[in-house]
Structures are given as structure tokens and as C-alpha cells.
């Protein structure tokens, strides 16, 4: 039996946010079975989703319960309604880890030692048991760092890719493009031969895309961005949006552009519009306002998707996912490398001032957790 903490989000009827660390115990492995003592583990934007949810952070407040901190918070009752399947429940957090190998069923002694990364929930505790043929060794010359995020970030991205492909595009466009996600899309793109227009807030964005190699790079706060921006669509032909943002005109005013892009090799007018399918993919919500559409603007052949990595994998079958996870350790120390801004302990975690800023999602604001930290 091993012995450690999990965090545990609970939100409770009344709309009460608790986020605590549990004390746990895990029984000996079984089998294929394997106990990963984690050492590192990111915050992502899906992982603050089921840490904090929609709750109010403004009502944050850490305490400490029993010699253990909690975090407390007040979920508005707007929010509250969608909700009703996570009520009362302690909900694990963390989607993906890395760390060593302590103990192992008999069928998994192979990797007794090693280090490895994983994927599957839970990943912010002291200690993780999964099966071993879930789990990816980490190669000798990355480390455990590097090895934490080698699973959201790097397969969403070559999930996008393959949406693309499939879908018969030959071009695309990205937002939040200097994102650690955004930057990894564009390194894939160069690599594959694949036209990508990276768009971005500020001047600081421009200049960090442009040294890792994107040709395409256009500032949505230069006042003339649209028509800049319809001019590369043109060059480019580009129909797959992916946009990260999800909330806003941000997506629309992208279509729109699309099709004005279209519109200028029709022969005749058509009060239809274009007959160029566009693309448009919600891939995040760093922005949690509606989605808002201007269909007048956009002619007719068009669509809006919400893209998730878990309904992709599920939809593409082990083969490609097992295509796709060789590439990320084939290239974690380059395509697929992550960088944080700073790293804390599993109790850490737990301070509301670092909840706000990556709360605020600003570029190059990456966290992660090692909880041998404390």
C-alpha cells in the first residue's frame, strides 16, 4: 500500500466550491498495473476548468482545514444549473503527469526505474496508478518536465492537423497562435508543408512566432487586419479555422473574410454566395462569452464545430493514436517542447493569486506542479 494526496474539487449543491487535498491509498499494482510517483504535472486551461469551474474568483479564499489547505470559492447560480452531474462529487484533478515508476504488477517490471508520461485524470497527487500500456517512456534526453506535456497539447495539435488533412484543406488559419499549443501547430506545419496564418494580439506575439519560423503572422489589433487578413487567405487558400478563442465576433469576422477571399474568383455574382466550404473549429474558451455569428456576411457553405482531443482520439482508433504519441516522443525536445513559467508544490496550487494568473491565460503564463515540492 502506498500512501499520498489528491486534489479534489467538489462543488456542492448550494454552489460552495471546495478544493482540497485528499489523503489517499493505493493498493499494490495488479498485472499490467503501474504506481508512478508523479513530479510533474501543467496547469492547463482544462484542468482549471475542473479545478475551479465557472466559479466567481473573486470569492476565492485559501484556509487550512485540519493542518491542509482548501480553496474555497462561490459558483454563480447561472452556471450552477449546468452543473447538476458534478454535484457533491470529489472530482479528480490533472489530465496529465509524468514522473518515476516505483511499483509495478508482474506483467509491467520492465518499467520499474523508468521514467515515464501519462495521460487519463488525477495527475495532481503524490502518487498515480494506471496501466502500463497507457503510459509512454520518456526518452533519456528529456527530462521529466518535458515528459508532463506530452500528451493535451502535443496530440491536439496533431489532431487539428489531421482534421485538416482529412477534410481536404490546404491551408489554415489559427488563433491564439503564440500559445505553447499555437507555436507547436505552427512548427508541425513547417515541418509537413503546410500554409498556416498565425494570428495574434501584440507586437511581442508577432516577434516570438516569426523567430520559431512562421511565415504568416498578422496582429488583430492592426487596424487594417482584415484587409490584410483577406489578402492571405487569398494567397493561401485557406478554409479550416481553429479557433481557440471560442467566445466573441472573432470567428465569424474570419469566415467572413474566407468567403470575400472566395468571392473574387467567382465569374458572376451569386446571392448565395461562394460555393468554397469553410471550416470554422472551436478548439478552446479563452474567451466565455457567446459565440456570436453573422450569417448574412458568411454565404452558405460553411460550419462551425466544437473540436476535443478525447473525441477525436475516440473517433480515429488506436492506430492513428499510436502514430500520432511516437511523433510527440519522436520530437518532445523540439516540435512538441513546452516551457513554464514557473514551478510549484501540490499545496501551491492551491493559492488563489496563482489560480488568477493562469486564470488570465496571458502567453508564455504556463505552471506546473511538482508535488515532491511540497
Same mark, same amino acid.
Given at each position: 500500500m502506498i500512501y499520498g494526496r489528491q486534489m479534489r474539487s467538489t462543488i456542492a449543491e448550494d454552489g460552495g466550491l471546495?478544493?482540497?487535498?485528499?489523503?489517499?491509498?493505493?493498493?499494490?499494482?495488479?498485472?499490467?498495473?503501474?504506481?508512478?510517483?508523479?513530479?510533474?504535472?501543467?496547469?492547463?486551461?482544462?484542468?482549471?476548468?475542473?479545478m475551479i469551474g465557472p466559479a466567481d474568483l473573486s470569492t476565492l479564499n485559501l484556509t487550512v482545514e485540519e493542518g491542509r489547505p482548501q480553496l474555497s470559492a462561490k459558483?454563480?447560480?447561472?452556471?450552477?444549473?449546468?452543473?447538476?452531474?458534478?454535484?457533491?462529487?470529489?472530482?479528480?484533478?490533472?489530465?496529465? @503527469?509524468?514522473?518515476?515508476?516505483?511499483?509495478? @504488477?508482474?506483467?509491467?517490471?520492465a518499467l520499474l526505474?523508468?521514467?515515464?508520461?501519462?495521460?487519463?485524470?488525477?495527475?495532481?497527487?503524490?502518487?498515480?496508478?494506471?496501466?502500463?500500456?497507457e503510459v509512454l517512456e520518456i526518452p533519456d534526453h528529456a527530462s521529466t518536465a518535458d515528459g508532463a506535456?506530452?500528451?493535451?497539447?502535443?496530440?491536439?495539435?496533431?489532431?487539428?492537423?489531421?482534421?485538416?488533412?482529412?477534410?481536404?484543406?490546404?491551408?489554415?488559419?489559427?488563433t491564439a497562435a503564440a500559445s505553447n499549443l499555437g507555436q507547436?501547430?505552427?512548427?508541425?506545419?513547417?515541418?509537413d508543408g503546410i500554409a498556416l496564418i498565425n494570428i495574434v494580439r501584440s507586437k511581442e506575439q508577432e516577434s516570438l512566432l516569426r523567430d520559431i519560423g512562421a511565415e504568416y503572422v498578422l496582429n488583430s489589433s492592426d487596424p487594417d487586419f482584415i484587409d490584410q487578413l483577406t489578402d492571405l487567405l487569398d494567397a493561401t487558400s485557406a478554409t479550416a479555422v481553429f479557433d481557440a478563442i471560442g467566445g466573441g465576433t472573432q470567428g465569424s469576422d474570419i469566415l467572413q473574410a474566407m468567403e470575400q477571399a472566395a468571392v473574387r474568383h467567382m465569374p458572376a455574382y451569386n446571392r448565395y454566395g461562394s460555393d468554397v466550404f469553410?471550416?470554422?473549429?472551436?478548439?478552446?474558451?479563452?474567451?466565455?462569452?457567446?459565440?456570436t455569428l453573422r450569417r448574412?456576411?458568411?454565404?452558405?457553405?460553411?460550419?462551425? =464545430?466544437?473540436?476535443?482531443?478525447?473525441?477525436?482520439? #475516440?473517433?480515429?482508433?488506436?492506430?492513428?493514436? #499510436?502514430?500520432?504519441?511516437?511523433?510527440?516522443?519522436?520530437?518532445?525536445? =523540439?516540435?512538441?517542447?513546452?516551457?513554464?513559467?514557473?514551478?510549484?508544490?501540490?499545496?501551491?496550487?492551491?493559492?488563489?493569486?496563482?489560480?488568477?494568473?493562469?486564470?488570465?491565460?496571458? =502567453?508564455?503564463?504556463?505552471?506546473l506542479i511538482d508535488p515532491t515540492a511540497g
Amino acid at each position: 500500500m502506498i500512501y499520498g494526496r489528491q486534489m479534489r474539487s467538489t462543488i456542492a449543491e448550494d454552489g460552495g466550491l471546495t478544493v482540497t487535498l485528499h489523503d489517499t491509498a493505493i493498493d499494490e499494482p495488479a498485472n499490467d498495473e503501474i504506481i508512478v510517483r508523479i513530479e510533474a504535472t501543467p496547469i492547463n486551461p482544462s484542468d482549471l476548468s475542473a479545478m475551479i469551474g465557472p466559479a466567481d474568483l473573486s470569492t476565492l479564499n485559501l484556509t487550512v482545514e485540519e493542518g491542509r489547505p482548501q480553496l474555497s470559492a462561490k459558483v454563480p447560480a447561472a452556471p450552477l444549473k449546468g452543473l447538476r452531474g458534478r454535484l457533491g462529487l470529489p472530482l479528480p484533478v490533472g489530465n496529465e @503527469g509524468a514522473g518515476t515508476v516505483v511499483a509495478t @504488477g508482474p506483467e509491467a517490471t520492465a518499467l520499474l526505474g523508468k521514467r515515464v508520461g501519462m495521460m487519463g485524470g488525477g495527475m495532481y497527487a503524490d502518487y498515480r496508478k494506471i496501466r502500463a500500456p497507457e503510459v509512454l517512456e520518456i526518452p533519456d534526453h528529456a527530462s521529466t518536465a518535458d515528459g508532463a506535456s506530452m500528451f493535451i497539447n502535443p496530440l491536439t495539435a496533431l489532431g487539428l492537423i489531421e482534421t485538416a488533412k482529412a477534410e481536404g484543406h490546404r491551408a489554415i488559419v489559427q488563433t491564439a497562435a503564440a500559445s505553447n499549443l499555437g507555436q507547436m501547430m505552427q512548427k508541425i506545419c513547417h515541418s509537413d508543408g503546410i500554409a498556416l496564418i498565425n494570428i495574434v494580439r501584440s507586437k511581442e506575439q508577432e516577434s516570438l512566432l516569426r523567430d520559431i519560423g512562421a511565415e504568416y503572422v498578422l496582429n488583430s489589433s492592426d487596424p487594417d487586419f482584415i484587409d490584410q487578413l483577406t489578402d492571405l487567405l487569398d494567397a493561401t487558400s485557406a478554409t479550416a479555422v481553429f479557433d481557440a478563442i471560442g467566445g466573441g465576433t472573432q470567428g465569424s469576422d474570419i469566415l467572413q473574410a474566407m468567403e470575400q477571399a472566395a468571392v473574387r474568383h467567382m465569374p458572376a455574382y451569386n446571392r448565395y454566395g461562394s460555393d468554397v466550404f469553410r471550416h470554422l473549429f472551436l478548439t478552446g474558451v479563452l474567451d466565455t462569452a457567446p459565440v456570436t455569428l453573422r450569417r448574412m456576411d458568411l454565404g452558405n457553405d460553411w460550419s462551425v =464545430t466544437s473540436w476535443l482531443l478525447f473525441h477525436f482520439l #475516440r473517433k480515429a482508433g488506436p492506430e492513428t493514436e #499510436r502514430r500520432l504519441r511516437q511523433r510527440v516522443v519522436d520530437e518532445l525536445t =523540439t516540435t512538441f517542447a513546452s516551457h513554464y513559467s514557473r514551478t510549484v508544490g501540490l499545496a501551491d496550487a492551491l493559492e488563489p493569486e496563482l489560480i488568477q494568473a493562469v486564470q488570465r491565460k496571458s =502567453t508564455g503564463e504556463k505552471v506546473l506542479i511538482d508535488p515532491t515540492a511540497g
